[in-house]
Each structure stands twice: as C-alpha cells, then as structure tokens.
C-alpha cells in the first residue's frame, strides 16, 4: 500500500503561485498513474489533474486548465502541481492520490492534504 504525504500549501494573494508535492513510499511509484483532487469547505472532492506513469499524458479540470501544470520525478518518487494565477475559488485542501487515468476515479488511501488559502 502506497503512503503518500502532501505538502506546499499556504496562504498566497490572488494572482500568486503556489507548488505542492506529493511524495509517496511503500509501493511501485513509477507504475501509477496519479492525481491531484481538492475539497473546499462544505463541498464534495474533485478531481483537480491527473498524469500518467510516464508523464506522458495529463489532464485537467475545466476549472484549472491553462493555470495548473502537473508532472512527476519517478526517480523521486513525487507527484507536484504547479498552481498559478490562483483564484479565491482555489481555496481548498489539496490531495494526491493513485488514480485510474481515464475515468480520474482514484484509489487506495488518501494523505492528510495540505491546505491552500487564495485571498482576494
């Protein structure tokens, strides 16, 4: 089972940037396609990116695209979102997890997120 351990977050201004990481142990990182999701207070999880094992392939939420940039470093064994021109609509908790890549329906567990705060 892949641990993972989300972090980067923090308070930025609108218009600001921010980069996550989410660095996994525990299974065969380079093997997984995976994902970035978001919860907002009192909103349900969605799917924020997603990239293949390889990096050969990404895809992003309506919402994010042209804004975030996923990649990976297998050799690292992290996942990273790359966030710019944040909006106050991108306030949320930020999670990494294993995903299928063409449904973006993810798998196994979840780390505890790391918390992104967008002021106007």
């Known amino acids: 089972q892949v641990q993972l351990v989300e972090s980067g977050g923090g308070l930025v201004q609108a218009g600001g940037s921010l980069r996550l990481s989410c660095a996994a142990s525990g299974g065969t990182f380079s093997s997984y396609s995976m994902g970035w999701f978001r919860q907002a207070s009192g909103k349900e999880r969605e799917f924020v990116a997603g990239i293949t094992w390889n990096g050969g392939s990404t895809s992003y939420a309506d919402s994010v695209k042209g804004r975030f940039t996923i990649s990976r470093d297998n050799t690292k064994n992290t996942v990273y979102l790359q966030m710019n021109s944040l909006k106050p609509e991108d306030t949320a908790v930020y999670y990494c997890?294993?995903?299928?890549?063409?449904?973006?329906?993810?798998?196994?567990?979840w780390g505890r997120g790391t918390q992104v705060t967008v002021s106007s």
């Open positions: 997890a294993r995903i299928f890549y063409e449904s973006r329906a993810p798998m196994g567990s």
